[in-house]
């Protein structure tokens, strides 16, 4: 927290030549930050970083297409804003980022699960790795890596990629993120998997919000699931009908999700849509060792053509 | 009218007699979400937790097929092509259990819309007509919540047949009317004297936690006065993504879309929510869209709920204040701060 303060500065020195400026503030309850937009300099009084700013801001940054756009990035939003460059769906000089490095963000679900309710949050302290939430006059600490978010525990890019302003100190990433958890599910049989997606998406609304609130997701208002000319995909709310979006959306997404985790975030009914993106990434990552926004100057791999693929052996059946 | 006691123990017990007789929807919990289920004795009834959704689908389903249609050629005359309609009315009697007063008194919402003197929405009707709500007191408000905003109460009996108070070994249930008499009955035992006191401090205290409410009426005239000021608009809906979360969980959301799903020479007409914060909810045939941006879209949304459909129905607003939007929104977006921003912000100039 000590760096907010260098961080209000530099915003504030950029603002100037900027249209605006995307961070976080405080939202409805100490322990649900809300995305900030600042355009004027009193705006930037209201920013704060934390573990409670969850939100990949760069989720807006294709809908501000043609502004000059400052935006505040943890390590797993920048990645966001490479694939994003890589996929020329942004332009670099129309941006300034603001890097923070981060130790974690925190997983409400999870913290709502330990306290029972999160309907009455009265205060939220964060330390260096664990996070105290007082509610209804009870207070409850717990271990940071223990209410994490999942991606934060396999994260390699605590210190932003990209960045042409970064405040704080940059901090190592250490892990490797081997895919366990996919491999682990997909020990399951074929028949429980299924059994475990229709199980989950009996519950799906069908309000898009994992669409909207992913940042790679960008054919938005041309969505095929809901276009009438052509009528590509029923309305009907089966089961089937709804898996079958979601393949279709982690088919759109193959090789180009960061991870970022927001559309699982931001499922009101907690379906668990990660996992259905891991393990497509897991497939493009052992066919071409690749990991979406991971490698500035890369191409990404199914946007680029290659007579004989490394991996892929094309003429050896 | 009665008050009747159910323990905690006996409560599985009578919802699974209930369940013999009605679609017994109570609210369960999936993940770390509470959706309505209907009764199952070996899934455990959530009656803490504040549900995710509303019980709204109880009565317009998400998805209905209004019709259903086919296409014959005349063996006569092939050229000649006839359509066969017919049309489609479901519906089982239904009791919700465990839905707030503020989902109660939103079904009043759809009333005003799907019952009118001008439209009698059949299909919706008849669902209503065969719905019964048992609706549970909140022992205590959210952060969230702002039910009292909109002249509901965490105890209030607005809209729901039986009302149900936590107390300390059970619920206590007061029917309000016949149809909650019907399902109540009288195999249970009548509500002690000291239950019925204890019930009535549970909801004492719950209406005195809610705090003063806010008056919000001068939103009808100050949204429209805002209807045409862009960078309002532009400001407030900055971080929405424009998704459908806060109109689906919502209890007072009534829009549809309607298309054909025809396979070969059959189809059907479908009924499906649908929501103002999709680019498609007013595109045009021609291909013009009046709300071509988020913006238009929210804007929209906040005014319909508190301008234009209290002009059209009476002064009510079309918001419970159940906080459903706010504690779901992917973005935290505060429907109570944009109606306090539009009281609040200066009036537009003149135009001219």
Not at chain 1, 205 to 212: F, I, K, L, P, T
Not at chain 1, 221 to 242: F, G, I, L, Y
Not at chain 1, 245 to 266: D, K, N, P, V, Y
Not at chain 2, 250 to 276: A, M, Q, S
Request: hydrophobic residues 40%.
């Amino acid at each position: 927290m000590q760096h907010l303060e260098e961080l209000k500065q530099q915003i504030r020195d950029r603002l100037p030549a900027l249209d605006l400026v995307i961070g976080w503030e405080a939202g409805f309850d100490p322990l649900r930050a809300t995305p900030l937009f600042m355009r004027q300099p009193d705006d930037v009084d209201r920013l704060i970083i934390g573990p409670q700013c969850v939100h990949n801001l760069a989720t807006h940054l294709t809908g501000l297409k043609g502004r000059k756009i400052g935006i505040v990035v943890k390590g797993c939003d920048s990645r966001t804003i490479v694939e994003l460059l890589q996929e020329k769906l942004i332009n670099r000089e129309d941006l300034v980022v603001f890097g923070v490095p981060c130790s974690g963000v925190v997983s409400v679900g999870k913290i709502g699960r330990k306290m029972g309710s999160l309907d009455y949050v009265e205060g939220v302290e964060f330390s260096a790795d664990s996070v105290t939430v007082a509610s209804e006059g009870v207070q409850n600490s717990f271990a940071l890596e223990e209410v994490a978010a999942d991606k934060c525990g396999r994260c390699q890019y605590n210190t932003p990629l990209l960045f042409d302003v970064l405040v704080g100190e940059p901090r190592p990433g250490d892990v490797v993120d081997d895919y366990a958890d996919v491999a682990t599910f997909e020990e399951q049989p074929l028949e429980a998997r299924m059994n475990h997606w229709l199980e989950a998406m009996d519950r799906c609304v069908r309000c898009y919000a994992c669409r909207n609130a992913c940042p790679m997701c960008v054919c938005r208002d041309h969505c095929v699931a809901q276009s009438r000319d052509p009528h590509w995909m029923t309305q009907e709310d089966t089961v089937e009908n709804k898996l079958l979006f979601q393949i279709i959306h982690t088919m759109h997404l193959a090789g180009r999700c960061t991870e970022c985790g927001e559309c699982e975030r931001s499922c009101p009914m907690s379906i668990p849509l990660l996992l259905l993106r891991r393990k497509m990434n897991k497939e493009i990552d052992a066919l071409f060792d690749y990991r979406a926004g991971t490698r500035i100057d890369a191409t990404p791999p199914l946007l680029s053509f290659k007579v004989e693929e490394e991996k892929i052996n094309e003429r050896g059946w | 009218m009665a008050a009747k006691f159910i323990a905690h123990t006996e409560l599985d017990a009578w919802l699974g007699r209930i369940s013999e007789r009605y679609r017994a929807l109570v609210p369960r919990r999936e993940g770390n979400a509470v959706v309505f289920r209907p009764f199952d004795p070996a899934m455990p009834v959530e009656l803490k937790a504040r549900p995710t959704e509303s019980p709204k689908a109880a009565v317009f389903p998400r998805c209905e097929a209004l019709l259903a249609y086919k296409y014959e050629k005349d063996p006569e005359e092939p050229g000649r092509v006839e359509v066969e309609v017919a049309e489609r009315r479901d519906g089982v009697p239904t009791v919700v259990i465990g839905g707030r007063p503020c989902d109660a008194a939103a079904f009043k919402t759809f009333d005003r819309v799907y019952d009118s003197d001008r439209v009698r929405d059949l299909n919706y009707l008849n669902r209503r007509e065969m719905t019964v709500l048992v609706s549970l007191v909140c022992s205590k408000p959210a952060t969230t919540c702002f039910c009292h905003w909109m002249g509901g109460g965490p105890a209030s009996t607005a809209g729901s047949d039986v009302l149900m108070t936590p107390v300390a070994d059970g619920h206590v249930f007061e029917t309000l009317t016949a149809r909650g008499d019907e399902v109540i009955g009288t195999e249970l035992p009548d509500a002690s004297d000291a239950q019925m006191t204890e019930a009535r401090k549970v909801q004492a205290a719950a209406e005195a936690a809610m705090g003063e409410p806010v008056d919000v009426g001068a939103a009808r005239e100050k949204l429209l006065a805002l209807f045409d000021d862009a960078g309002f608009w532009e400001a407030e809906s900055a971080k929405c993504i424009s998704c459908g979360v806060c109109t689906y969980l919502c209890p007072t959301c009534y829009c549809f879309n309607i298309t054909d799903e025809k396979f070969g020479h059959e189809g059907v007409r479908l009924r499906t929510w649908d929501y103002c914060m999709s680019h498609l909810f007013t595109m045009e045939a021609s291909g013009h869209n009046p709300r071509p941006t988020k913006a238009h879209r929210l804007k929209n949304r906040v005014g319909h709920k508190f301008s234009y459909y209290p002009s059209l129905h009476g002064g009510n607003i079309a918001c419970c204040g159940c906080g459903r939007c706010i504690r779901s929104c992917p973005a935290s977006v505060d429907i109570r701060a944009i109606v306090l921003n539009a009281i609040a912000a200066p009036a537009p100039r003149p135009k001219g």
